[in-house]
């Protein structure tokens, strides 16, 4: 079922149709689209729980994922079938962890985090709200920061992850002025 809604904007008529979850439009490819979506969908269980719907190649995600990570990835993957213009990535993320438990956990887990690769510099601070992680403060490489990013986006009940971490300059010499 399409349902389309008129909203007058400041004097101006605008005019917004959805396609109900499943639902293909009417565009040049919206049906091949569709199918391939389907067969995506289809071929992981993690993504099991999660539909979608294509109008005038523009792919809507809805449903539930376990983890982020799930939820990055079925949007980058519908992102690369030919001919998709768009991803709307509606879908949410299962788990309900308190904020204060989800913090320490994932305090914990930075915290031995590239140890053994002779990582002694990076400094990272964890804040949680509402599931929403914000990630603070500087690495040593872009491996190390990558890393960290992956932790959260890994861990359960993490629902969206805010990256604010600075990648130091890389030189011979920074490791002695940090000593």
């Known amino acids: 079922m399409r349902k389309i809604s008129l909203v007058l904007v400041t004097g101006v008529f605008a005019i917004s149709a959805w396609a109900q979850s499943g639902q293909v439009g009417t565009g040049r490819y919206d049906q091949q689209i569709q199918q391939e979506v389907t067969k995506q969908l289809q ?3 993690k993504w099991k729980g999660i539909t979608a719907s294509t109008d005038d190649a ?3 995600l809805n449903g539930n994922a376990k983890l982020l990570i799930d939820k990055i990835d079925v949007g980058k993957k519908v992102d690369k079938i030919d001919h998709v213009q768009g991803v709307r990535n509606h879908v949410q993320v299962e788990g309900n962890v308190p904020d204060e438990q989800l913090r320490q956990q994932l305090a914990e887990k930075l915290r ?3 140890v053994g690769y002779g990582v002694a510099f990076n400094a990272l601070g964890v804040g949680v709200q509402n599931g929403v992680v914000t990630l603070n403060g500087d690495v040593r490489d872009y491996p190390a920061r990558d890393s960290a990013i992956a932790i959260a986006e890994t861990t359960p009940g993490v629902k969206e992850v805010v990256e604010n971490i600075n990648v130091l300059p890389t030189s011979p010499f920074e490791d002695t002025i940090r000593l």
Do not use: P
């Open 112 to 114: 031995y985090d590239r």
């Open 58 to 60: 523009i792919v809507t």
């Open 43 to 45: 071929s992981k269980d």
